[in-house]
């Protein structure tokens, strides 16, 4: 198994939560102090079953357990009804309960406030390329993505297998069971087109008209995809900057391999150089660095900033207490100035600032006051304390 860099406090209950198939069973099936824990998994039927007919029964497997015991709970999106029961335990008898979730639509919409700050909330994503090391791989990466099952497969037809039936059962067991949407084909439509559309900003109105319904639908159907953690937004930054900017936030999908099977794209190979190796680039580089702030517990907020005459930088990170980094994702093996162009424009409006491009461009560089780096230099960059 590999070592996840998800810090775990032992202290309180928690919320994991994560999109399938992150490993969020296995990680808590290996954490030592879990061992003994008492575990309800309401992804099997009889399970489900037992504890919505009669969620009290919690209150009969606690009484036996000391303070202190921990109940593990898989899914529990699942029964929100039982976070009450869950608080009550954790009042009265000092049990600490590590609950995962693949979604938080269902406990929001049931009201539930995540036991009012008696639970930590953490994150699981794919595997990142701290927690794969040597295993890493970036070009397997960026075509099928890191989810850690992928890594049982060798040959890229099972890749591809895995990937497609990823996307089938998260359409059945996240959305039609859990009866997220009422009619399904507008949604899979939805669902290539969001994926055609991965990083740009979002035009509701465009989608609706290529989807058939409502606007309205189309943002319910974005916000599915965020709280079932398959995708999250990036939104403009927030303070003005000389020029009016775009207002609308873009979307990107939690893993390229899954974007690339909603697609119908994992037998198509991806071609540096090409438009969809640039996006898969972007949208991978990203999402590390959404993983590493939430593993690292680190107070940062991320943004996209472009002017309506289109002058855009791929990534701001506001930083706590330091300034701000300005970010240009490039693919290319070999950055000029055409690629930093961008940056320059800003520099002014950030005097203080990071400007940085990453690249595939191995050879690390100054040009003025942006800095060229190779990918993983510019991740330790942002990261360096």
Not at 38 to 67: C, H, K, M, T, W
Not at 281 to 306: G, K, M, P, Q, V
Request: hydrophobic fraction near 40%.
């Amino acid at each position: 198994m590999v070592k996840r860099t998800c810090r775990i406090s032992k202290s309180s209950s928690f919320f994991l939560f994560g999109a399938r198939g992150t490993g969020k069973t296995t990680l808590l099936n290996h954490t030592p102090f879990l061992a003994n824990a008492y575990r309800i998994d309401l992804l099997l039927p009889d399970e489900e079953a037992r504890y919505s007919l009669n969620p009290g029964l919690l209150f009969e497997v606690a009484s036996p357990l000391q303070e202190g015991s921990w109940i593990v709970v898989d899914e529990v999106q699942k029964l929100p009804k039982l976070l009450d029961v869950i608080h009550k335990i954790i009042e009265e008898k000092r049990i600490k309960f590590a609950l995962t979730g693949s979604s938080a639509r269902k406990l929001k919409r049931g009201g539930a406030n995540l036991l009012a700050g008696r639970a930590f909330v953490y994150h699981l994503f794919p595997l990142t390329t701290r927690e794969l090391g040597t295993r890493f791989n970036l070009m397997e990466a960026l075509a099928w993505g890191t989810l850690p099952r992928l890594f049982e497969f060798e040959d890229e037809s099972d890749k591809s297998r895995f990937l497609h039936a990823y996307v089938h059962t998260y359409i059945k067991e996240e959305i039609q069971v859990e009866q997220l949407v009422r009619n399904l084909d507008p949604f899979r439509l939805f669902l290539q087109t969001a994926a055609q559309m991965n990083g740009e900003i979002i035009n509701y109105a465009n989608i609706a008209r290529d989807t058939g319904v409502n606007i309205k639908s189309v943002q319910n159907y974005f916000q599915i995809l965020s709280d079932t953690h398959v995708g999250f937004f990036l939104n403009p930054l927030s303070q003005s900057v000389r020029k009016v900017q775009r207002k609308n936030p873009k979307f990107y999908f939690f893993d390229t391999g899954v974007q690339r099977a909603l697609q119908g794209r994992t037998k198509v190979p991806l071609m540096p150089g090409s438009s969809e190796f640039g996006n898969a680039f972007e949208t991978w580089f990203i999402n590390e660095c959404i993983r590493e702030i939430a593993y690292r517990e680190h107070d940062y907020r991320l943004s996209y900033l472009r002017t309506k005459d289109d002058v855009e930088v791929d990534l701001v990170i506001e930083r706590a207490g330091k300034a701000e980094m300005i970010i240009e994702i490039k693919s290319t093996d070999r950055v000029d100035d055409r690629h930093t162009r961008s940056l320059a424009h800003f520099s002014n409006d950030f005097p203080d600032a990071g400007l940085i491009c990453v690249s595939r461009d191995p050879i690390a560089r100054t040009q003025g006051r942006i800095k060229i780096l190779p990918w993983e230099k510019g991740l330790s960059a942002i990261f360096a304390e």
